[in-house]
């Protein structure tokens, strides 16, 4: 299978470079607004993170009394024209805008006639059709080496080489790697690009709620309960190993494709399985429950893991790149 996957992971690393080296020799040209740009982004598929970053980086800016606006393609948009990702920065950010618009050129003039004085674009490194002033890249750590290779061999969407792009790479879920994985990885950082600074975050887990939070006790759940895990995420692995640290009994799980819409049968299949391995509850990401209809009433309570980002080191520099962005806005 590898032998068969290596010529078209040959030819969509051709392609990407190509197409970067365009935009790096001015033959195609990126779009600039009036408004500063912060970018979050990735060189692979899959979840390294994203979307609890944003959240960091809009509520830093948010503290320092800038007005902020969220951009983001909209992958994965339900009939609303909502995605997994708007309804739970919505929820989390209830008071910043956030633009979805696959055109995230005038998705940015959009945000921009509307008064935002920063636009932290979501997921879009490789969209270079918008420039932007600030590029933050997340590399999630807990991948294996297997990983990073370029599609459809490993996850990258890109190759390495993407990493001169950035203005700081952010390692993110350090605690789920080993130690010689975590140095390879920081080698293979300085090795392309020396003088890029690094950042490294955890995925940490703050709480475990109940979805309806309609009891006023909520603290305790993960000793109270034996739960079955399920997830529709780019990583379900971190999202697991979070459970467990954070200290909840887990008795089974289902995965789904990331951006999976649940249907009741899936629910229902769900609820299934969590009585058959002697769960009582079941628990799930942030991300997920902003999918799950309002009317659902499983049998089993149904919690959700809340995490946030947590710097284990490079935060000061982060925010002083926030700062001197916020301070042009």
Excluded at 75 to 80: F, H, N, R, S, V
Aim: charge should be positive.
């Amino acid at each position: 299978m590898r032998a068969i996957l290596t010529l078209p992971a040959g030819l969509y690393a051709g392609l990407t470079s190509l197409r970067n080296t365009l935009y790096d020799r001015g033959v195609l040209r990126a779009t600039r607004v009036d408004t500063p740009v912060v970018c979050v982004g990735n060189l692979t598929v899959g979840g390294t993170g994203k979307t609890p970053m944003v959240s960091w980086i809009a509520q830093r800016l948010v503290e320092d009394s800038v007005r902020v606006a969220i951009l983001s393609r909209g992958y994965g948009a339900d009939e609303t024209g909502t995605n997994d990702e708007a309804r739970m920065l919505r929820e989390e950010l209830p008071d910043v805008p956030h633009l979805q618009n696959a055109d995230r050129v005038a998705g940015a003039r959009e945000a921009a006639r509307a008064g935002a004085e920063v636009i932290v674009l979501d997921d879009g490194f490789q969209h270079r059709r918008l420039a932007r002033d600030l590029d933050i890249l997340l590399l999630d750590a807990s991948l294996s080496c297997r990983a990073y290779r370029m599609l459809p061999l490993g996850f990258l969407r890109e190759s390495f080489a993407g990493l001169r792009r950035a203005a700081v790479a952010v390692f993110t879920r350090v605690d789920q790697a080993n130690s010689a994985g975590l140095q390879r990885l920081r080698d293979r950082v300085s090795t392309i690009a020396p003088d890029l600074p690094i950042a490294e975050a955890v995925h940490e887990p703050v709480a475990i709620r109940r979805r309806d939070a309609s009891t006023s006790d909520e603290s305790g759940l993960e000793k109270r309960f034996r739960f079955h895990l399920f997830s529709a995420i780019g990583n379900p692995a971190g999202f697991e190993r979070a459970a467990a640290d954070f200290g909840a009994r887990v008795t089974g799980r289902s995965r789904f494709p990331d951006h999976h819409r649940y249907e009741p049968r899936d629910l229902a299949a769900i609820v299934r399985e969590a009585r058959a391995g002697g769960a009582d509850a079941l628990l799930t990401t942030h991300k997920d429950a902003v999918k799950i209809p309002v009317d659902f009433e499983p049998e089993l309570p149904l919690c959700v893991l809340h995490v946030a980002i947590r710097f284990r080191s490079g935060e000061a520099l982060l925010r002083d790149r926030l700062a001197a962005l916020g301070s042009r806005g």
